[in-house]
T-cell receptor, first 111, second 113 residues
C-alpha cells in the first residue's frame, strides 16, 4: 500500500499564482519522482531526484529531495491553465523496483 | 521514440468473462510493471518483470489475475473470471534496468458490468 503522505489533496488557484505541494514518508527513499497525470492518460514523468538535498528545475517546475530523504516538494511558478491535472510523488527504495506513490494532488487553475 | 503501448484503451465486459490486457514496453527497457489505479486505492503495483522473469507478484489481488511476459517486447495481464470490483485503470510501465525511472503507458480503462 501507499507509504507516502502527499498534500494538499487538491488546490484551486488563479492563473499566474505559484503552487507548492509536498510528500512525506516515515521511510527513507533513494529516489524521488514527480509525475503528472492528465484525464484519460497515464502518469508522465516531470522530474527525477537522485540525491538528498538535490534541487532540480524543469521549466517552471522545481523539485527538491529532502535532506532527511523522507520528503520532497514540487513547486510550479506562474501557473497556466494547462498545468491542470493530478500530480503524484513517488519514492523508490533500495531495490528501485519497489516504487510507492502518493495519493496525488489535484490541481485546478482558473483562467 | 514510441512510448509504452497498451491495448485496448477501453474494455467493457460482463462479469465472468475473461479479460486480457496487453503491453509493449519501450524498446531497450528490460523491466516491466503492471499497476492498477482506482479512486479508493490510488496506484497499486500488481506485478513486475525483469528480463522477462516475474520478480514480485505479491500485489496481484488473487488467483483470478495472471501475467506473462513471453518476450522482451510483450506482456499480458489476464483476469479470469472478471468481477465488477476489477473495474479500474490498468497501467503498464517500463524502465531500463532495475534502477531505472519508470515510464507509463496510457492505460486500459476496464469496466466490468
Amino acid at each position: 500500500g501507499q507509504q507516502l503522505n502527499q498534500s494538499p489533496q487538491s488546490m484551486f488557484i488563479q492563473e499566474g499564482e505559484d503552487v507548492s505541494m509536498n510528500c512525506t514518508s516515515s521511510s527513507i527513499f533513494n529516489t524521488w519522482l514527480w509525475y503528472k497525470q492528465e484525464p484519460g492518460e497515464g502518469p508522465v514523468l516531470l522530474i527525477a531526484l537522485y540525491k538528498a538535498g538535490e534541487l532540480t528545475s524543469n521549466g517552471r517546475l522545481t523539485a527538491q529531495f529532502g535532506i532527511t530523504r523522507k520528503d520532497s516538494f514540487l513547486n510550479i511558478s506562474a501557473s497556466i491553465p494547462s498545468d491542470v491535472g493530478i500530480y503524484f510523488c513517488a519514492g523508490l527504495k533500495d531495490n528501485n523496483n519497489d516504487m510507492r506513490f502518493g495519493a496525488g494532488t489535484r490541481l485546478t487553475v482558473k483562467p | 521514440d514510441a512510448g509504452v503501448i497498451q491495448s485496448p484503451r477501453h474494455e467493457v465486459t460482463e462479469m465472468g468473462q475473461e479479460v486480457t490486457l496487453r503491453c509493449k514496453p519501450i524498446s531497450g527497457h528490460n523491466s516491466l510493471f503492471w499497476y492498477r489505479q482506482t479512486m479508493m486505492r490510488g496506484l497499486e503495483l500488481l506485478i513486475y518483470f525483469n528480463n522477462n522473469v516475474p520478480i514480485d507478484d505479491s500485489g496481484m489481488p488473487e488467483d483470478r489475475f495472471s501475467a506473462k511476459m513471453p518476450n522482451a517486447s510483450f506482456s499480458t495481464l489476464k483476469i479470469q473470471p472478471s468481477e465488477p470490483r476489477d473495474s479500474a485503470v490498468y497501467f503498464c510501465a517500463s524502465s531500463r534496468g532495475t534502477a531505472g525511472t519508470q515510464y507509463f503507458g496510457p492505460g486500459t480503462r476496464l469496466l466490468v458490468l
